[in-house]
């Protein structure tokens, strides 16, 4: 029977508990309600809540804005290279 030992935790794991210690602690300091109004919708939410929500969603979308953004440069570049190989290869045919 192997016993409890400290040896067995890894560093992730540490970083990972002094997370969980943290954000409950952000949690149960923020539990009052707010009122959020958006057009004619009012919603109810604890703030932390809305908090996390709010980060997640900026999160998410500088992620998605930011690698759709490098994905149509790359496809503009690439149609240029392609169009260049393109008008090379004509010219050399029609000689």
Avoid: C, H
């Amino acid at each position: 029977m192997s016993r409890f030992s400290l040896k067995n935790i890894s560093f992730s794991q540490i970083l990972g508990i002094i997370a969980l210690v943290l954000l409950i602690t952000f949690v149960m300091q923020n539990l009052s309600n707010v009122s959020v109004k958006f057009i004619r919708w009012t919603f109810d939410i604890p703030i932390f809540l809305l908090i996390i929500i709010v980060f997640f969603v900026g999160f998410y979308t500088s992620i998605f804005t930011g690698s759709g953004l490098e994905k149509f440069f790359k496809k503009k570049e690439t149609y240029e290279v392609d169009l260049k190989k393109i008008s090379e290869n004509a010219k050399n045919t029609e000689k």
